[in-house]
């Protein structure tokens, strides 16, 4: 039987661990499932008497699947081709939402597979697991979901730690590029240029919010959105900011991802494992690289002296930047950022003293005397 072997492309660049679905003609129908590989590539059975397919590709990859948010009741994005063998399909209508959908597997690569539990067998470059079928996996309602372009009131993008109809996982909420430049580093109405760090750190409120007990998720959800509603005025967070403990160390998360990121693909693109996490923590601390490299700023939240000694620049357990520095890098150089990002996506916290009596709990000393000291060094 003739087999139909094509690839996709999205902005030049293979659209990666997608699903794609063998549709019958007008895209009625569905014959079979394939997940695009790395170069984008997915081949089809066209059976006995064809040399063509026609395929549906899903806005939907391994880690999120993405909704057309333009619409009153946002729904899930795809277009249908017909393509013979060896085709390569370039995705022309809604662009930016397949581009949202490759950035968004690079970021979760980048990052957060580097910590468990995304980094078990189970899950890899599936963070919610995956079911025993592509199709039940592609079906499956337990799944992280984003909108774009959103039309909720608030000016910046944020993510609802419970979905509606996605098994109560995480929803992100996306303006359009041209109202946030962030999205892919591009200007806008508040400046002339951007880094592209809005997915990093929105993605990164939502690999910490998957991994919260369901009831947790629930329970933060209110909190969450009635502080995104309480500061329409005034919506940009900032790492010198004073808001609350919760606030605080949600978003601490977030400049983890985004920080992370940069520096694991500019700042060090040649380093892996744990020397990309220990050359981290020790730059953030040391030279701070990243401030060579942001366009939007670079904020300090701390030094190390020779000595060994940590001078926060922040401190409270209120502030974004303190609680970012205490746990991402003066707690990660005592026990590992491997270990303290594992164990605030274990500990299923939402301020820092539910995560320090966690940590205190676990019945390893090391890690009580390293919680101990980080809190007081940054008045926590």
Not at 217 to 236: D, K
Not at 311 to 324: F, I, N
Not at 355 to 364: K, L, S
Request: some cysteine.
């Amino acid at each position: 039987m003739p087999f139909v072997t094509a690839n996709v492309r999205v902005n030049g660049r293979p659209l990666r661990r997608a699903f794609v679905e063998h549709v019958g003609p007008f895209g009625v129908g569905s014959l079979g499932w394939s997940l695009t590989d790395d170069q984008g590539s997915f081949m089809f059975d066209a059976g006995p008497f064809a040399n063509r397919v026609d395929v549906r590709v899903h806005c939907q990859n391994s880690v999120l699947r993405v909704l057309d948010g333009g619409l009153a009741v946002p729904i899930p994005v795809s277009q249908v081709f017909n393509v013979d063998d060896g085709a390569s399909i370039s995705i022309a209508g809604q662009q930016d939402h397949f581009r949202i959908l490759n950035d968004s597997l690079t970021i979760y690569r980048t990052v957060w597979r580097h910590f468990r539990p995304y980094n078990r067998t189970s899950r890899r470059d599936f963070p919610l697991g995956r079911r025993s079928s592509l199709r039940e996996t592609f079906a499956n309602s337990r799944r992280i979901e984003l909108s774009y372009p959103d039309q909720f009131p608030s000016q910046l993008a944020f993510v609802e730690p419970s979905g509606l109809n996605n098994s109560g996982f995480p929803l992100v909420h996306i303006k359009n590029r041209t109202v946030d430049g962030r999205l892919f580093g591009e200007a806008d109405a508040i400046a002339q240029q951007h880094d592209a760090s809005l997915l990093p750190h929105e993605l990164g409120h939502v690999f910490h919010f998957s991994t919260l007990a369901a009831s947790t998720r629930v329970s933060i959800e209110g909190q969450y959105i009635a502080f995104i509603l309480s500061n329409l005025a005034n919506p940009t967070h900032a790492i010198t900011r004073q808001t609350t403990p919760f606030v605080a160390f949600i978003e601490a998360v977030g400049i983890f991802s985004e920080r992370f990121f940069f520096f694991s693909r500019q700042v060090e693109p040649s380093l892996t494992g744990v020397a990309l996490r220990r050359a981290f923590f020790q730059d953030e601390l040391g030279q701070q690289r990243l401030s060579t490299v942001f366009v939007d700023g670079y904020v300090n939240v701390g030094t190390r002296d020779n000595s060994g000694r940590i001078t926060p620049a922040l401190r409270g357990d209120d502030r974004e930047g303190a609680v970012y520095g205490a746990i991402y890098l003066d707690f990660a150089s005592r026990v590992g950022l491997r270990e303290a990002v594992g164990l605030v996506l274990d500990s299923n916290a939402t301020n820092f003293d539910e995560f320090r009596r966690h940590v205190q709990g676990r019945g390893n000393n090391t890690w009580r005397t390293a919680i101990d000291a980080v809190s007081s060094t940054w008045g926590m």
